[in-house]
Nanobody, 124 residues
């Protein structure tokens, strides 16, 4: 059982940066698949970036070159560094984790554990 708590959301102007954090409680996530998702009201939740146990990362095309996912296993924190932000990045951002994966690392169905989300707003 893992509990995930996101933080770091807020408001920023276009072109600015934010760093999101996802703290894991209840057990080690060293061997977990973890990811960041985002959702806008009325739209499906979409995968943003994932981090696999071997360190492999995957980014959605919409954030490539701007967002970086990283993980501190000792602190059990997953990060999402967001740079050159755009109004289209405005969403609720969620952290997710699971012990296994079928390979679709940016798919919502891959993850059992979810945080409550942190709001990110980018103004133009």
């Amino acid at each position: 059982q893992v509990e995930l708590v996101e933080s770091g959301g807020g408001s920023v102007q276009a072109g600015g940066s934010l760093r999101l954090s996802c703290a894991a409680f209840g057990g080690s996530t060293r061997r977990y698949y973890m990811a960041w998702f985002r959702q806008v009201p009325g739209k499906e939740r979409e995968g943003v970036a994932s981090f696999e146990p071997d360190g492999t990362t995957t980014n959605a095309n919409s954030v490539k070159g701007r967002f970086t996912i990283s993980k501190d296993n000792a602190k059990k924190i997953l990060y999402l560094q967001m740079n050159v932000m755009e109004p289209e990045d405005t969403a609720m951002y969620y952290c997710a984790a699971d012990e296994s994966s079928t390979g679709w690392v940016l798919g919502t169905s891959e993850y059992l554990y979810w945080g409550q989300g942190t709001q990110v707003t980018v103004s133009s």
